[in-house]
């Protein structure tokens, strides 16, 4: 057991909203670990080696386990978080990748955190996601179905990388707001299916200027009947699949 000398880092954290909650990063397509360290704290100070597949359990809603590491996903090969009960997640996502350093730079690690908490329906809160340097499908596919989680990160990259969301919050049904898209420039498949089947979310605001229809491919299909979609007044207004929404109101900012 190690004693950490950055107990001020804010580790990726996952707390129990009720009792007997457990969780896991899980092999579930038996691709091996996809890092050469992880571990575990229940304080954020002292840690210990963490096995891929291990549960942890959080007996009492309260108690809480931190992870840190320098986890990479990839295309085929990653890791998935597994949970039962119910759980938030807080902390710094970079931590699982940055270990004792968390940096805002995904460069260099394509499909970072790709299907992460793909089909977590019982993680209620996200953790935060600072990085600005967005690496190629980096957050793709992070919280497909994650149903029970009613407020979105923020995502605070003005840069896109190629498909760095695709698919982030499919079937998100809770979210009701997504996260402002600061970016002013769209790049390959970036918001494909992002906010597909979330069926309550009824505002959006994005800061890009032009549209290219296969980086928005069915992004907001099956959201409310009734939104609001915020953008610059030079983007051309157009409502349908792969553009926001028909019968949404339009509002330009700045």
């Given at each position: 057991?190690?004693?950490?000398?950055?107990?001020?880092?804010?580790?990726?954290?996952?707390?129990?909203?009720e009792?007997?909650?457990?969780?896991?990063?899980?092999?579930?397509w038996?691709?091996?670990?996809q890092f050469?360290?992880?571990?575990?704290?229940?304080?954020g100070i002292n840690?210990?080696?963490y096995k891929?597949?291990?549960?942890i359990?959080?007996?009492?809603?309260?108690d809480?386990?931190?992870?840190?590491?320098d986890?990479c996903?990839?295309?085929?090969?990653?890791?998935s978080?597994?949970?039962?009960g119910?759980i938030?997640a807080?902390g710094?996502?970079?931590t699982?990748?940055?270990?004792?350093?968390?940096?805002?730079?995904?460069a260099?690690?394509p499909?970072a955190?790709?299907?992460l908490?793909r089909?977590?329906?019982?993680?209620?809160?996200?953790?935060e996601?600072?990085?600005?340097?967005?690496?190629?499908h980096?957050?793709s596919?992070?919280f497909?179905?994650?149903?029970?989680?009613?407020l979105a990160p923020?995502l605070?990259?003005t840069?896109?990388?190629?498909?760095?969301?695709?698919?982030?919050?499919?079937?998100?049904s809770?979210l009701?707001e997504?996260?402002?898209l600061?970016?002013k420039t769209?790049?390959?498949?970036c918001?494909?299916?992002?906010?597909?089947?979330?069926d309550?979310?009824?505002?959006?605001?994005?800061?890009?200027?032009?549209?290219?229809?296969?980086?928005t491919e069915v992004?907001?299909?099956?959201?409310a009947?009734d939104?609001?979609f915020?953008c610059?007044?030079?983007l051309?207004?157009?409502?349908?699949?792969n553009?926001?929404?028909?019968?949404?109101?339009r509002v330009?900012v700045?």
């Open positions: 057991m190690a004693l950490s000398s950055y107990a001020d880092v804010n580790y990726l954290c996952f707390s129990a909203d009792d007997n909650s457990t969780i896991k990063l899980d092999d579930k038996k691709v091996g670990e050469t360290i992880m571990e575990t704290s229940t304080d840690w210990k080696k891929l597949g291990k549960v359990r959080l007996s009492k809603a309260g809480r386990v931190y992870f840190r590491g986890y996903g990839a295309l085929e090969k990653y890791n978080f597994v949970i039962t119910k938030a807080s710094d996502i970079m699982l990748t940055d270990y004792d350093h968390p940096s805002t730079s995904l260099g690690k499909w955190f790709n299907c908490f089909g977590c329906d019982n993680l209620t809160t996200a953790p996601l600072p990085a600005t340097t967005l690496s190629e980096c957050y596919l992070m497909f179905d994650c149903t029970s989680l009613a923020d605070p990259a840069t896109l990388a190629e498909g760095c969301y695709s698919s982030m919050f499919f079937g998100c809770l009701t997504a996260p402002v600061p970016a769209l790049v390959k498949d918001y494909v299916s992002m906010f597909n089947s979330c309550m979310i009824n505002h959006v605001k994005v800061g890009f200027t032009q549209w290219n229809p296969q980086d992004w907001m299909n099956m959201v009947k939104g609001i915020e610059p007044a030079s051309e207004t157009k409502s349908g699949d553009f926001y929404p028909e019968g949404w109101t330009n700045q």
